[in-house]
C-alpha cells in the first residue's frame, strides 16, 4: 500500500526563523514527488522533484530528494508570516494521480 | 493563463439532499481529477478523466457520487443523497496529461467548494 508521511503535523516559529518540512513515502513505480503550499484551498504547486541529490529552489524555498533513503524536504528560510500555510507532499500513483501526506500546518508568528 | 475554475464556493445543505459541483479546467489540459480533502487531511482522488474517458474511479463511492466529463472540457461532480461524512472541500485538478515529460502531470488546483452537510 502507497504510504507519505509528513512531519511534523504542526510547526510555530517567528519571522525569520529557518524551518525544515520532512516527507517520507513508499510507493511502487515511483516517478516523481512534489510539494504543494495549500492557504485557504487551493494547493498551489512549489516543487517537483525527480532525480536524487539535485537541490530545487524558488527564493527562500528549496527542496531536495533523497531516493535511496525514500524521503524528501522542505527548507524555508528567513520566513515571513506570508508562509503560514499548509505544506503538503505527495506522489504519483497508478495512472499519475497524487497521493497526498497529511500535510505539515506552518504559522509564522511576527 | 487562468486557471482552474470551481463552482460554487461554498454549499450547505442538508443530509439526504443531492448537490452538485461545476470545474472548467485549465485550457488545454486532457487530464482532469477531482478530489475530496476532509479537514485535517490531505486531499483524496474520487475520480479522474483523460479527455472525456474515465482512467481512474475506483475511490469513487459510486452508490452516491457520479461524475461526467461529456465534451472533455469541463466537468460536474454530484452526490446523491449526500451524507454527514461529505462534509469536506472538494477541489478539482487538471494537468497536461502527456506521456512524454513528467512536467506535463503537474497538476493544478482550484480554490475549491467548501460542502457543510447538515
Known amino acids: 500500500e502507497d504510504k507519505v508521511v509528513q512531519s511534523p503535523l504542526s510547526l510555530v516559529v517567528h519571522e525569520g526563523d529557518t524551518v525544515t518540512l520532512n516527507c517520507s513515502y513508499e510507493?511502487?513505480?515511483?516517478?516523481?514527488l512534489l510539494w504543494y503550499k495549500q492557504e485557504k484551498k487551493a494547493p498551489t504547486f512549489l516543487f517537483m522533484l525527480t532525480s536524487s541529490g539535485i537541490e530545487k529552489k524558488s527564493g527562500r524555498l528549496s527542496s531536495i530528494l533523497d531516493k535511496k533513503e525514500l524521503f524528501s524536504i522542505l527548507n524555508i528560510t528567513a520566513t515571513q508570516t506570508g508562509d503560514s500555510a499548509v505544506y503538503l507532499c505527495?506522489?504519483?500513483?497508478?495512472?499519475?494521480?497524487?497521493?497526498f501526506g497529511t500535510g505539515t500546518r506552518l504559522t509564522v508568528i511576527p | 493563463e487562468a486557471g482552474v475554475a470551481q463552482s460554487p464556493r461554498y454549499k450547505i445543505i442538508e443530509k439526504r439532499q443531492s448537490v452538485a459541483f461545476w470545474c472548467n479546467p485549465i485550457?488545454?489540459?486532457?487530464?482532469l481529477y477531482w478530489y475530496q480533502q476532509i479537514l485535517g487531511q490531505g486531499p483524496k482522488l474520487l475520480i479522474q478523466?483523460?479527455?472525456?474517458?474515465?482512467?481512474?474511479d475506483s475511490q469513487l463511492p459510486k452508490d452516491r457520487f457520479s461524475a461526467e466529463r461529456l465534451k472533455g472540457v469541463d466537468s460536474t461532480l454530484k452526490i446523491q443523497p449526500a451524507k454527514l461524512e461529505d462534509s469536506a472541500v472538494y477541489l478539482c485538478?487538471?494537468?497536461?496529461?502527456?506521456?512524454?515529460?513528467?512536467?506535463?502531470?503537474?497538476?493544478?488546483f482550484g480554490a475549491g467548494t467548501r460542502l457543510s452537510v447538515l
Open positions: 485538478a487538471s494537468s497536461r496529461g502527456g506521456q512524454g515529460l513528467v512536467q506535463e502531470n503537474i497538476q493544478y
Open positions: 510507493v511502487t513505480n515511483f516517478r516523481s
Open positions: 478523466f483523460q479527455n472525456n474517458g474515465v482512467v481512474d
Open positions: 505527495a506522489v504519483p500513483t497508478g495512472a499519475n494521480n497524487l497521493f
Open positions: 485550457s488545454g489540459h486532457a487530464t
